[in-house]
Each structure stands twice: as C-alpha cells, then as structure tokens.
C-alpha cells in the first residue's frame, strides 16, 4: 500500500504560480511511476503530467504544456508540480497517483486514470480571473 498526501494548493491570481507536492509513503518510491490529473467541478477527471520512475521521461497533457513542469525528488519521496502561468481554467482539484513499474519500464509514463494503483485526497487549486 502506498499513501499519497497533495499539497501547495490554494488561490492565486491568473498569471501566478503554485507548486504542489505529492508526499509517499509506505513502499520504495522509486518503483513507482507517477502523475497528476485534475478535476473540476462539473467535470470529469483528466490527465495533467507523467513523470517515469526514474524521472528520465515525462508527458504533458496539451492544455499546460510549457506551463507545468513535473519533477521527482526519489530520496525524499516526493513528487513535485511547478504551475506557471496559471489560468482561471486551471482551478482544479489537484491528485497525484502512483502505478507501480518494473526496471524493465524505467522510461514508461501511463496517461490515463485506469493504471494507477494508488490516488492521494487531492489539493484545492482556484485562480481567480
């Protein structure tokens, strides 16, 4: 079992930043690829970014390409997004999620919600227009 604690989110103004941070704990991090998807109200649940194992490979979804940037800390067990530029279309729940990999995927990213083991509480991301 792996637990999945978001956090960084709140209100920002359009054009802002945030970072959020996606904490586990309960299994070697490493073995996990990771990423973040978003929901907002009314809406389903959607792909935002990929980061492999490793951190050797990442995805964007097309709407925050060059906007977000997901990165991995594996010694501190932590999974980072860097929002730039934000847009009122942005304001979201925010999860990371965590699917489990061999050595063998070291470069793999999964973009879609169906793989993933395991899903955090979310974190509240609002921009204001």
């Known amino acids: 079992q792996v637990q999945l604690v978001e956090s960084g989110g709140g209100l920002v103004q359009a054009g802002g930043s945030l970072r959020l941070s996606c904490v586990a704990s309960g299994r070697t991090f490493s073995n996990y690829a990771m990423g973040w998807f978003r929901q907002a109200p009314g809406k389903e649940r959607e792909f935002v970014t990929a980061i492999s194992r490793g951190g050797g490979n990442t995805y964007y979804a097309d709407s925050v390409k060059d906007r977000f940037t997901i990165s991995r800390d594996n010694a501190k067990n932590t999974v980072y997004l860097q929002m730039n530029s934000l847009k009122p279309e942005d304001t979201a729940v925010y999860y990371c999620?965590?699917?489990?990999?061999?050595?063998?995927?070291?470069?793999?990213?999964?973009?879609?919600?169906?793989?993933?083991?395991?899903w955090g509480q979310g974190t509240q991301v609002t921009v204001s227009s």
């Open positions: 999620a965590a699917k489990s990999t061999t050595p063998l995927h070291t470069l793999v990213v999964f973009t879609t919600r169906n793989p993933y083991d395991f």
